[in-house]
């Protein structure tokens, strides 16, 4: 009888947001009259912005004609995306980034799982606490891990809590650790890296010989000046770390998928026996097996993401979303909840009233006012207590759901 990969029964009862749907598909079934707004997944709703889709409408029609017809493409991406992204997210801002030292996929998240394809079995990891669910998830499926305990935290992770008494900063491991997971602006608590706060990390990864996977998904958010964009604009973290990046959230390519990965062509690995290995020729050998490339019409669209015309109409788009982020901070504060981001991600994190765990204020936001947000327990142990709300709505209904928290949530202990 075929063998199946037991590391799958460690995970824990449901991934985070399919629990939630199942929660929300009970209740709505239960009450067919309600009106419920959801604030949890972190989708976006507003459509592609015209730029990118007259650039993609372009690229079908080019698909019909024999001579501009395209069949498989280069698997790390095509030429035209690859070098606007060099440009655009990074020489342009003065990082040290070559247009093949990006390959270009279908989601940051595909990528923060893959990239475990070319690192060995024995590597100590680091996650923050809480963390995205896919970077724990991953590493359980691939059996870095031990078992769970009752608080859903695994053996052999090295687990780095963040929370409002520490400033959402981690503090750096006593013990030696070889994968890092980082990322800023954070998901799930809204909250930014400091320059100093990276500069500490590059350090103590030159330092152990490890390699920091920095989740730069939300990176377009950042309003405040003074908060890096990328790990590389920091000195040595060429050495040290990888980056992913995403047009999910940032040009909303959700539902059509592209992302990239910038591994520098000077970060290395330890073999066993000592020796280094580079590790951007695994990742590309990887890429080229296992992965054809992402849709030509879609990198069109991507790559039109960077035209003058796509530049504006992503600012207005994540204008518009910042300002549902600006609106459920004013509105949640004055209703006397503790709220933390908002401010360069298009999440809030709020702390639940008085002993009230993440999963009862989940419930009761469900049924009193008929609103979906995402139990801060579902990102680990260290969100306990806390509750994320999404920006990724309507102007009208992040004023509804507000409306309807301060009138039927009570924040007294």
């Not at 999963?359 to 801060?376: A, M, R, Y």
Request: aromatic residues 10%.
């Amino acid at each position: 009888m075929a063998r199946i990969n037991e590391n799958y029964l460690k995970l824990q009862a449901g991934y985070l947001f399919p629990e939630i749907g199942r929660r929300v598909r009970a209740f709505c079934e239960a009450n067919p009259e309600a009106n419920v707004i959801k604030m949890g997944i972190g989708d976006v709703t507003q459509p592609l912005c015209p730029a990118i889709i007259t650039a993609m409408h372009a690229a079908v029609d080019e698909m019909a004609v024999k001579s501009s017809f395209r069949g498989y493409g280069p698997e790390q991406g095509y030429d035209f995306l690859r070098e606007a992204i060099a440009k655009n997210d990074y020489q342009d801002r003065g990082i040290d980034v070559s247009a093949d030292e990006i390959f270009v996929s279908d989601g940051s998240k595909c990528d923060s799982g893959n990239l475990l394809d070319v690192f060995g079995d024995d590597n100590v990891i680091a996650v923050l606490d809480p963390v995205y669910p896919v970077y724990v998830d991953t590493n359980v499926m691939a059996g870095h891990t031990g078992d769970a305990d009752d608080q859903g935290r695994y053996g052999k992770l090295i687990y780095m809590p963040v929370t409002a008494e520490s400033n959402f900063e981690p503090e750096l491991p006593t013990e030696h650790v070889d994968l890092i997971y980082l990322c800023y602006p954070n998901n799930p608590t809204g909250t930014v890296a400091s320059r100093a706060m990276l500069e500490k990390w590059v350090a103590y990864a030159k330092e152990h010989n490890a390699i920091i996977f920095y989740d730069a998904a939300y990176e377009a958010f950042i309003s405040e000046e003074d908060v890096p964009r990328s790990i590389f604009e920091i000195d040595g973290a060429r050495d040290v770390a990888i980056e992913l990046r995403s047009f999910s959230k940032t040009a909303g390519f959700t539902g059509t998928r592209c992302a990239f990965t910038v591994i520098p062509k000077t970060l290395k690995g330890t073999c066993k026996d000592g020796t280094e290995q580079l590790v951007h020729p695994l990742w590309n050998r990887r890429h080229c097996t296992k992965f054809n490339g992402v849709s030509y019409p879609i990198q069109r669209g991507a790559a039109a993401a960077y035209s003058p015309e796509g530049k504006q109409q992503i600012a207005d788009l994540i204008a518009f979303y910042m300002n549902n982020a600006k609106l459920l901070r004013e509105g949640l504060t004055a209703a006397g909840f503790e709220i933390h981001g908002g401010i360069n991600a298009p999440y809030v994190w709020l702390k639940t009233p008085g002993s009230t765990t993440s999963w009862e204020f989940f419930d009761e936001l469900l049924q009193k006012s008929h609103i979906v947000g995402t139990p801060g327990s579902g990102f680990g142990a260290s969100g306990e207590g806390y509750f994320r709300l999404s920006a990724f709505s309507s102007v009208e209904n992040t004023k509804e759901a507000i409306e309807r928290i301060q009138k039927s949530v009570s924040t007294s202990v």
